[in-house]
């Protein structure tokens, strides 16, 4: 929170700035443009991700970027990088103090008890997708706005779930990845009753080597020593090769819940790689946690990652009913994407040289545009620069319409992948345009396969 003291200095510090108002101004550190060229790109992973979400049968909800800063204390924990370290905490005007959400799990929470979801349907399978905000070190495939596909099924223990959960998030990156580059790495974090065991024989072990660790390590095993065991720093590592690890603590129904998902995933025809060391960054998981990692990203090559969280929906205030989701980092699937698969197709450019085709030209547009897409540049060039824009643009064709053309009342259609070109008559111009494209799309899309 910031005190009266440092609002002060905030305040003085930047009313002095001195303006230049001839120079640039940038985008924050860690913010990036998604500009034009990348665009069609996130349309794309959009589309898939929603299409899945949709024949997995779950419903869509938009939330707000903004919560009460407890949703996320409470719901991620006060003691996580996320909360600690990471999130974008501020005083509004009103002195209440509200955070950008770093993660959509806990918003989707608070909205579903807020909102008595639950009890209108016993299982509720919700997705949401939008800009999360961490205050982190930004490199590739990491900012400090980024975005994340989400899905959560609340009401349900079935191990069916987190099996499904899982499916949802495999199949979604696999439509940019093959198999053979991305693992699901898979764990148990126990429940409310093995948990305590492990961590008291943790706790035992992490004293003998205290001295070892890393400085964030040490910290760890105060506050939530869980994160301990996934340190990738390679000292703590070796120190915690014999660590006490959760599989060798698991009560019965822990183990049962365990193997039913991975007899699940198995019917889903999805490896599996058990990873005992697998724990996340988030205090609400318990039970199954899994992360999947496409092998040739470098250093962040976690693409999803999830898990179930059944206390979560009571710490929220709600009923204690269970939980399980995952999130899918939308950068990180961007990177997967081969770049070619961004383009955005333009069916046709208008070219229109003299008053009277413009006339022309410009009353085409409306039909066109009920099935093609069309741009007609705004300035009269000479075709050479016009045929160099038709190809920076990559549209398939270019309509021409010149004094030749008006004086024989015949407009030409180049097609620009194959260079054929035909003259098409001005009686009827755009349907017989429309038709020409159309043909021309349909043979493209079947040798394409
Ligand atoms: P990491 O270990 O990479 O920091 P995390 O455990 O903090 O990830 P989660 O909170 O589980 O990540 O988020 C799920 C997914 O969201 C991650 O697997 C990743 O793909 C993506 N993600 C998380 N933080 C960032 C970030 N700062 N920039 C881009 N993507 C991110
Ligand atoms: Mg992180």
Known sequence: MMSAKRRLIFKNKHHKQEIKVSQKITAVRGFKDILEQEAP???????????????????????????????????IGEHTDIVEKEMYTFLDRNDELLSLRPEATAGVIRAVVEHD???QHPVLKLFTFGPMFRRERPQKGRLRQFHQFDAEVIGSASPVA?????????????????????????????????????????????????ETLCDDCRRRAETNPLRVLDCKNEHCKAALKDAPL?????????????????????????????????????DYYVKTTFELVATDLGAQATVAAG??????????????????????????????MEEDAWEQAI???????????????????????????VYAPYE???????????????????LIIGDNEIARKKAVLKHLVNHEQIEISFNDLAQEIKQQLCAKKETFNNTRG
């Not at 989701?325 to 961007?334: D, Q």
């Open 41 to 75: 790109g996130w349309r794309k992973i959009e589309d898939v991700a929603r299409t899945k979400f949709l024949r997995f049968g779950f419903k869509e909800i938009r939330l707000p970027l903004v919560e009460k800063n407890e949703v996320f204390t409470r719901g």
């Open 117 to 119: 979801l639950y009890k």
């Open 162 to 210: 987190d099996a499904e959960i899982i499916c949802l998030a495999w199949q979604i990156i696999r439509e940019f990845v093959s198999q053979d580059r991305l693992n699901l790495e898979l764990n148990s974090l126990g429940c409310r009753l093995c948990r305590p065991i492990h961590r008291e024989n943790l706790l035992k072990y992490l004293e003998k080597i205290k």
């Open 246 to 282: 959760l599989k060798d603590y698991l009560c019965e129904d822990c183990v049962q819940h365990f193997s039913q998902v991975r007899d699940h995933l198995n019917q889903f025809n999805i490896p599996y790689i058990l990873n005992p060391h697998l724990v996340r960054g988030l």
């Open 307 to 336: 898990g179930r969280y059944d206390g979560l929906v009571r710490d929220m205030g709600g009923d204690d009913i269970p939980g399980v989701g995952m999130a899918i980092g939308a950068e990180r699937l961007m990177m997967l």
């Open 347 to 373: 069916d046709l450019y208008l070219i229109y040289m003299g008053e009277e085709a413009k006339r022309l030209a410009l009353s085409l547009l409306p039909p066109l545009r009920e099935t093609l897409s």
């Open 380 to 398: 009269q060039k000479g075709l050479k620069a016009h045929m160099r824009m038709a190809d920076k643009l990559k549209a398939t064709a270019a």
